[in-house]
Each structure stands twice: as structure tokens, then as C-alpha cells.
């Protein structure tokens, strides 16, 4: 049984990394490196000491502004390590400490990531995606390379299918969706049968809840897809299969 104390470690775990998420999401598609220079206020570019770069308490004790020029810092700085923190801690509560998060807490910071990015940008950068599935396949072989022929099937089953409806209808979704898809399928193995179904539930629900606000001018708009996929893969790391044991109990047997 999971113990608090792993719950609580997780998500401050969470906390840092998804400050480092921030920077991933800010520097990646303007080509600036990740790695260096240190964090940095993104107006006066005042590099920021260890006590103003601390995960979610610096801004509150800031009050969202930049200590050197009283600019005011994003909220998504604060809402993405808080984000990060309660996803760790809620897949280590569901699904406990052990081997497997070398797979799924990685997996989950791709996921938030991907959708920080593809919300401002409506990119879904290849320099995630690629890392992200040599490190699935990797993790895997080390943790449960048992799993391994499964892990691929779901990965190639899943970028097909999305590659399918992307040629069929290209203007809901792109080739990034497509690549995200298959590396959903690298991490969750069967389990991403329910996260794409997920994805599309939510993605549909999104897209028929503006055209009734906006009418005929939301068809114009395109909505990023990939925040709905990432939602999705984290149904299918917490519930995938519990989902897969419904469905078989129900329809199956």
C-alpha cells in the first residue's frame, strides 16, 4: 500500500519538475535551449536566484511579479508545477511506488508539456516526441521487457489509426496529434484503447460545446487536439486497466 510520505515525496517531485516543464514549454519552440542559461525573468532577463526560483511559494511570495522589475510573471508558471505536482502524486496514490513510474511519471511530464506548448503554439514539437519514445522503449526494457511486444503493437496501432483519421480529415487534427498518439501507445501498451477513446469523448464534448456558443463562425477555429490526447493518457495510466477489465467483464464474458 502506498504510504503518504511517497505521496507527498511525488508531489513535491512534481513541483520541481514541473518548473522545469515551464522552462521546456517557454524555450522549446522559440529554439532556445533548455539546459542554459539559468531561469530568467522574461522581461528585464534577469537570470533568478535559487530563492525566487522556488515552485509555486517564490510567486506567491512575489506576488506574481519579477523581484528586479515588478513585471508581472505568468499564473501558468504557478498552475503548471501545481498541475505537475498533483498529477505525480495521483498516479503514485493509484498506482503505487514501484518499478513502473520509471514509465508513467515521465510519461505524465510529456503529457503536460505537450499541452502547455500545443495551447500557445499549436505545435506538438518533435523534439519531445522522439526522446519521449526512445525513453518508452527503453524504461520498458529495463522495467518490464516483458512488455515490450505489446508496448509496440499499441504504439503502431495507435499512430495508424491517427494517421487514418488525420488523412481523412485534416483540418481536426496533425501529424504531431498523429506522432503523440503512437507514443501514448509506446507508454500505455493496451491501455491507450481507452485514453484515444477518452480523447476524442473529451475533444468532441470541447468542439460541439463551442459550436453551440459560437455557431457557424467556430467552424473557422481550430481547437489543439493534443491537450484532449494528453488528458486521455492520463485516463489510461489511472484507470486504463481498470477500464480494459470493465469493458472484457461486461462485453466479453
Known sequence: ??????????????????????????????????????????????????????????????????????????????????????????????????????????????????????????????????????????????????????LVIAGTAAFLGLLVAALAYPAGMGMGDVKLAGVMGLFLGASVAPALLAAFATGSAAGLAILLREGGSARKKGIPFAPFLALGGLVGILAGPALIDLYRDHFLS
Request: proline letters at 7%.
Open 1 to 150: 500500500m502506498t504510504s503518504a510520505l511517497e505521496i507527498v515525496f511525488a508531489a513535491l517531485f512534481g513541483a520541481v519538475l514541473g518548473s522545469f516543464l515551464n522552462v521546456v514549454a517557454w524555450r522549446l519552440p522559440r529554439g532556445e535551449s533548455i539546459v542554459h542559461p539559468r531561469s530568467r525573468c522574461p522581461q528585464c532577463e534577469t537570470q533568478l536566484a535559487w530563492y525566487d526560483n522556488i515552485p509555486v511559494l517564490s510567486w506567491l511570495l512575489l506576488s506574481g511579479r519579477c523581484r528586479h522589475c515588478g513585471a508581472r510573471v505568468s499564473l501558468r508558471y504557478p498552475a503548471l508545477e501545481l498541475l505537475t505536482a498533483a498529477t505525480f502524486a495521483a498516479i503514485v496514490a493509484v498506482r503505487g511506488f514501484d518499478d513502473a513510474l520509471w514509465l508513467e511519471l515521465p510519461f505524465a511530464a510529456v503529457l503536460i508539456a505537450v499541452t502547455a506548448i500545443d495551447l500557445e503554439h499549436r505545435i506538438v514539437p518533435n523534439r519531445i516526441m522522439l526522446p519521449a519514445a526512445v525513453w518508452a522503449l527503453i524504461a520498458a526494457a529495463l522495467v518490464a521487457p516483458s512488455d515490450l511486444p505489446e
